[in-house]
């Protein structure tokens, strides 16, 4: 026999079952197409103030995990045995592909993640200041491989990573910065320089700015040679360093303009004298010859002070010149 519920109670039970409607669920863990055969991560949301976390395919080729460091607005799929990553920064998209097809897994699943910090802290920043200028690539290829160059190769949109150099170099993280500013370069004709040796000059300058995390990993293991090491233009970074840090400032990039005279080739080398007139034109340097500025910096405590620095601390060159902070700050 059934029983009759009062009113009372019929309000009481419609009641409850909006209270937990209100409180939520969770969301859709992960969708997989049998089409594409790309598994998409979602966030599961948060009934607290902590931070969403994603929740990853069961399937996955490295530990997923490792990517949770990721800003959450960043998109990440897995298809084969890629990691596609997409997000906005500064209104300007980007895709992070790291191709795992020829990985041995001597690289760890751990390093994967901060190569993936790395691109998301580092290649925006170098877009901005100068790849808009050389039209570079905004979608960029990481491929770890076990096989081949020693340590990295880059041309085009493409990165080449051996998968042994991490492996033995555990903390060489900014050899893909210096990797990522030879994309941006977008092919650098060596015969329209004043040396050929300003293609690496340029990625290395690159590596000391906008490394990762300030230097966290590049000044434990990474010089900046001296003076006495790159004892001239042709070898010194250094002086890449020193003319950005005298020069730049809020309306000047003195960098940018280097960088647009070596993309477009306006000089040959022979020429190139012309061309450091005018990137000194408007400067404390306007009317001095590349010889005279370059003894100038020789003479300076900035050539000689050691740029290496325990975890943690501060060089003796970032301890007496602000270089990443004022360089940074002025674009």
């Not at 937990?20 to 859709?28: D, N, R, T, V, Y």
């Amino acid at each position: 026999m059934k029983k009759s519920i009062s009113l009372t109670a019929a309000l009481l039970c419609l009641g409850m079952l909006f209270a937990g409607c209100s409180a939520g669920k969770p969301a859709e863990t992960s969708a997989t197409s049998s089409v594409t055969e790309t598994t998409t991560v979602t966030t599961s949301e948060s009934t607290s103030e902590s931070k969403p976390k994603r929740v990853y395919p069961d399937n996955c080729i490295i530990d997923p995990t490792v990517l949770d460091r990721l800003d959450e607005s960043i998109t990440i799929d897995f298809k084969d045995k890629n990691i596609i990553e997409t997000g906005s920064v500064n209104g300007r998209r980007y895709s992070f592909t790291i191709d795992l097809t020829n990985w041995a897994g001597n690289t760890t699943a751990d390093q994967i993640g901060e190569l993936s910090r790395l691109f998301w802290q580092v290649y925006p920043a170098l877009y901005e200041r100068f790849g808009k200028l050389s039209e570079a690539p905004v979608n960029v290829v990481l491929l770890i491989e076990n096989s081949g160059y020693e340590i990295a190769e880059a041309w085009e949109n493409k990165v080449h990573l051996h998968d042994m150099w991490l492996c033995n170099n555990p903390e060489d993280f900014d050899c893909i910065t210096h990797e990522l500013a030879h994309v941006i370069q977008c092919g650098w004709d060596g015969d329209r320089l004043e040396y050929s040796s300003y293609i690496e000059r340029f990625a290395d300058y690159c590596r000391f700015v906008y490394c990762m995390d300030d230097g966290g990993y590049n000044d434990y293991g990474w010089t900046l040679q001296t003076v006495t090491d790159e004892p001239d233009r042709e070898s010194s970074v250094r002086f890449l360093v020193w003319l950005d840090y005298k020069l730049s400032g809020s309306d000047r990039d003195f960098m940018k303009d280097y960088f647009l005279v070596c993309s477009k080739g306006e000089y040959a080398s022979s020429e190139w004298k012309k061309a450091w007139k005018k990137l000194f034109q408007g400067t404390e340097f306007e009317g001095k010859s590349v010889d005279e500025v370059w003894n100038e910096f020789a003479r300076s405590d900035f050539a000689g002070l050691s740029s290496n620095a325990e975890k943690g601390e501060t060089s003796e060159l970032l301890a007496k010149y602000d270089v990443r902070k004022k360089i940074k700050g002025n674009i």
